[in-house]
Nanobody, 122 residues
């Protein structure tokens, strides 16, 4: 069982930056691929980025490529999402998720956090 707790969301102006954190419980954190997803009002949850258990591989959604960076610190059981050059269309609830393989598919992640709100004003 893995419990995930996100933090770092908030209100920021367009062009600004935020760093989200996701703290995980358990002693097997490094065995899990970690993903970040987001869900805007009235829309489906969508993939943002994932990172492998070792941190050696990652992938991003086209909409955030070059602006967002995913990273992890296995010693701290934490995964991060650095978000730069934020746009109003990045406004959403952001979720972290843990799964056994790196994938963009929501349904293939086993554990989810409660989400953190990110609001970007124009």
């Amino acid at each position: 069982q893995v419990q995930l707790v996100e933090s770092g969301g908030g209100l920021v102006q367009a062009g600004g930056s935020l760093r989200l954190s996701c703290a995980a419980s358990g002693r097997t954190f490094s065995s899990y691929a970690m993903g970040w997803f987001r869900q805007a009002p009235g829309k489906e949850r969508e993939f943002v980025a994932f990172i492998s258990g070792s941190g050696s591989s990652n992938q991003y959604a086209v909409s955030v490529l070059g602006r967002f960076t995913i990273s992890r610190d296995n010693a701290k059981n934490t995964v991060y999402l650095q978000m730069n050059s934020l746009k109003p269309e990045d406004t959403a609830v952001y979720y972290c998720a843990a799964g056994r393989s790196t994938t963009v598919w929501v349904s293939l992640y086993d554990y989810w956090g409660q989400g953190t709100q990110v609001t970007v004003s124009s």
